[in-house]
């Protein structure tokens, strides 16, 4: 009589996408995205099942539905019938609605909003804080506050990859560069070029103090592009954003640069200063 030895089915491979950890990408190994995650504040990462589905994750976070419960939102009103932090919109909204001069907005972090509550609404009137979160003391103290004296840059990106960039002194939002629109290109590319852009610019000025002035960027894919000088995109954009493409990648290979490249904290400092304001 012969016996039936039954395989237990291999284990299916997964893809573990890191948006937030040590180095952001692809893994598929799940120690490896451990050790891109342990130890860092709010890490963000997810698997998927294909490699297909891991990329477009990585291109474009915010196609990943989210199972985690809904945002509580802190709602700070500095003028109204009843100034005072709210987590309900229809109690905040009382207070504003027939309130000749009201001011109020929306913050993700009760940290920060109670912070806001206590200083002069002119602080907060032009930034987007939604996307804040409350961190612990010693996180806050690690992240700190930004850099006055630098330059800021963002990208926009619509659905059908019509995108531009720009670049703004950080803490006066005066813009110094406006680019775009160009047709069939991605967001990551719009950073990519918005970095760059403000390297040759800063780099531009024979002043030695401009070639230290820090630039902040929400984007460390970008950020990432212009540590390999090379924009990594999937995209097959027209001959005209290769062109840009091309040019900034031949600028980084020529150039060498001393102004540091930094992470604008969303979490902590709200939406960058460069923001295009669209979401």
């Not at 504003?96 to 940290?111: E, H, P, R, V």
């Amino acid at each position: 009589m012969f016996s039936t030895y039954i395989c237990p089915m291999a284990k299916k491979k997964k893809y573990y996408v890191v948006w937030e950890g040590h180095l952001p990408g692809i893994y598929d190994d799940w120690s490896k995205c451990q050790e891109q995650i342990k130890g860092y504040p709010n890490a963000q990462f997810k698997s998927f099942n294909t490699l297909a589905q891991a990329q477009k994750a990585l291109r474009n976070p915010e196609s990943v539905s989210s199972s985690s419960k809904k945002k509580t939102y802190y709602y700070v009103v500095w003028y109204g019938h009843q100034p005072g932090i709210y987590e309900d919109w229809d109690q905040a909204r009382q207070q504003i609605t027939g309130f000749k001069g009201a001011i109020y907005k929306t913050f993700g972090s009760k940290q920060l909003a109670e912070k806001a509550f206590t200083e002069h609404p002119d602080k907060y009137k032009d930034g987007d804080y939604k996307k804040t979160k409350d961190l612990s003391k010693g996180e806050l103290e690690k992240i700190g506050d930004p850099i006055e004296l630098s330059l800021s840059v963002d990208a926009a990106c619509n659905g059908k990859g019509d995108f531009e960039y720009q670049g703004v002194w950080t803490f006066s939002k005066e813009q110094v560069f406006l680019v775009g629109p160009y047709k069939k290109g991605s967001n990551n590319i719009g950073e990519f070029l918005a970095l760059v852009h403000a390297l040759a610019f800063l780099n531009s000025h024979k002043d030695p103090k401009m070639k230290q002035i820090p630039i902040y960027s929400d984007s460390r894919i970008a950020m990432g592009w212009v540590r390999q000088k090379v924009c990594r995109t999937n995209k097959k954009p027209p001959a005209d954003v290769l062109n840009l493409i091309a040019r900034a990648e031949k600028w980084l290979r020529a150039n060498s640069y001393t102004n540091p490249i930094l992470k604008w904290e969303t979490k902590v400092w709200g939406e960058i200063p460069a923001d295009f304001g669209r979401k």
